[in-house]
């Protein structure tokens, strides 16, 4: 996984703790992503990643796309997409 990220990635796919791993590895930077996919996102706060995603988020340039992908759309989910998109 090291060798795959060394130079330009165009895409990288990571659970929510491996890529915190790598962020505090300095294996990997996020400062350059212009695209943000958060996938199964009542899932990720359902299971408590809430602050891990948050954490992320924080990583990515301020004017990247994002997109959010959820099967259902509960209120905390809501509130949540709100801190983490940018004009949802």
């Known amino acids: 996984q090291l060798a795959a990220l060394q130079g330009r990635v165009g895409l990288c796919i990571a659970t929510t703790g491996r890529l915190l791993d790598l962020l505090g590895e300095r294996a990997v930077v996020l400062g350059q992503v212009t695209m943000l996919v958060l996938d199964e996102a009542d899932a990720l706060l359902a299971l408590g990643f809430e602050a891990q995603v948050s954490a992320i988020c ?31």
């Open 58 to 88: 924080g990583q990515v340039r301020p004017d990247r796309q994002s997109l959010l992908f959820s099967a259902t759309f509960p209120p905390n989910l809501e509130q949540a997409a709100a801190a983490w998109l940018t004009d949802p």
